[in-house]
């Protein structure tokens, strides 16, 4: 016969206050926490729709929305900010721009910039970074710090 282990700390006490529950009272508690639950679910999605609605019109005053107002919710992007639609992807820019060219990051970054494309994230500059030295490709490093296109 296996010998039973000994527990401690709250687990064990858990455990035991369970073993005074029964089934038809557990299933009970359970019933209710899935009706508590879809009330909560039903609330949230009122107030989504509520906040959709106040930053609809805060656009349309031409006012500019928080990153906080933007963390939650569903679909929210952490970092908040809109995400825009560019004619060209990153390293298609970054190609255009370096074409012919020796340029540090930030200069990049800044012509990138210059040049139309938008972006709102606040680590913009590691993202460019990071196409310049995984596109091999298509840049070239030149020196510390300096790229060209190829």
Request: hydrophobic share 35%; net charge positive.
């Amino acid at each position: 016969m296996a010998k039973r282990r000994k527990s401690s700390g709250s687990a064990g006490a858990s455990r035991t206050s369970l073993k005074n529950v029964s089934t038809k009272d557990l299933a009970r508690e359970m019933r209710s926490r899935q009706r508590k639950l879809g009330t909560l679910h039903k609330r949230r999605d009122s107030l989504l729709r509520r906040a959709s609605a106040i930053e609809t019109e805060i656009s349309a005053l031409g006012g500019e929305l928080s990153a906080a107002s933007l963390s939650s919710g569903k679909g929210a992007r952490r970092g908040g900010g809109k995400r825009f639609k560019n004619s060209m992807s990153l390293v298609d820019a970054l190609h255009k721009v370096l074409k012919g060219k020796e340029l540090g990051v930030t200069e990049v970054m800044n012509a990138v910039l210059a040049s139309g494309y938008k972006t709102s994230a606040e680590n913009f500059r590691v993202m460019v970074n990071q196409a310049l030295l995984k596109h091999t490709d298509r840049f070239k490093k030149v020196a510390r710090g300096l790229y060209t296109a190829l």
